[in-house]
C-alpha cells in the first residue's frame, strides 16, 4: 500500500489566489479613502494638508526595501546563503527605519499646527498614511520568519541546500516579493496623490 500522497499540481496555486484576493481588497479600500479625500475637499472647500518633507524621504526609503527584496529573491535563486541572508536583514533594518521616520514625519505635522483634528483633510492624512503602516507592521512578522528560518536551518551544505530547494519557501519568498512591492507602489501613489491635491 502506497502511503505517499502525491503533489497537486495546480494552474495557480491557492495561495497566489488569496494574495491576489488581499491585494485587490486593499486597494479598493485605499482607492475608496482617497476616493472620500477628494469628495471632502470639493464638497466642503477645505484646504488640502502640505505633504510633510519626511514622506518624500520615506519614499526613498521603502523602494530600497523593496529593491533589497528582490535582490534577496536573486540570491535565493542563485544558492547564495551569505548574500541571501544580508538582503533580508537590510530589508528589515530599512522598513524599521522607515517606520520609524513615518512616526517622525506624524509629529512633524503635529509640530505644525496639523493635528488628527485640525481639519477633515488633516484627518484623512493620518488616516491613510496610518492604513499604509499598519499594512507594512503586518508583513513584519513574515519577513522575519523568513531571517529566522535561514539562520536557523542554513547551516552546513546540506541544510543549504534542502532550504535552496525547497518548492513551497520559494513560493513563499515571491509571494512576499509581491506583498512588498505592492505596498512599495501604494506608498508612492499615495505621496504623489496628496501632492497632487496640494498643488491645484
Not at 536573486?74 to 533594518?93: C, Q, R, S
Not at 529566522?148 to 541546500?161: C, G, Q, S
Not at 506583498?179 to 501604494?186: I, N, R
Request: glycine content about 4%; aromatic content about 18%; cysteine-free.
Amino acid at each position: 500500500m502506497n502511503n505517499m500522497t502525491p503533489q497537486r499540481n495546480y494552474l495557480v496555486h491557492p495561495q497566489y489566489i488569496i494574495i491576489t484576493l488581499v491585494l485587490a481588497g486593499v486597494t479598493a479600500l485605499f482607492l475608496g479613502f482617497t476616493g472620500a479625500y477628494i469628495y471632502n475637499r470639493v464638497q466642503q472647500g477645505v484646504a488640502p494638508v502640505q505633504v510633510p518633507t519626511l514622506f518624500y524621504f520615506n519614499s526613498i526609503l521603502i523602494v530600497a526595501s523593496s529593491i533589497t527584496m528582490i535582490y534577496a529573491k536573486k540570491m535565493y535563486e542563485y544558492d547564495d546563503t551569505k548574500m541571501f541572508k544580508v538582503a533580508l536583514w537590510v530589508t528589515m533594518i530599512l522598513t524599521v527605519l522607515f517606520l520609524y521616520m513615518q512616526i517622525e514625519a506624524w509629529y512633524q505635522l503635529k509640530a505644525a499646527n496639523i493635528g488628527l483634528t485640525t481639519s477633515t483633510m488633516a484627518s484623512y492624512m493620518y488616516l491613510i498614511s496610518g492604513l499604509h503602516f499598519a499594512h507594512l507592521v503586518a508583513g513584519i512578522p513574515f519577513l522575519g520568519y523568513f531571517i529566522y528560518e535561514a539562520h536557523k536551518r542554513m547551516k552546513d551544505p546540506i541544510t543549504v541546500l534542502v532550504y535552496f530547494a525547497d518548492v513551497d519557501k520559494k513560493r513563499s519568498l515571491n509571494i512576499l516579493n509581491i506583498y512588498w512591492h505592492f505596498l512599495d507602489g501604494l506608498w508612492i501613489y499615495l505621496v504623489a496623490f496628496f501632492l497632487i491635491n496640494y498643488m491645484i
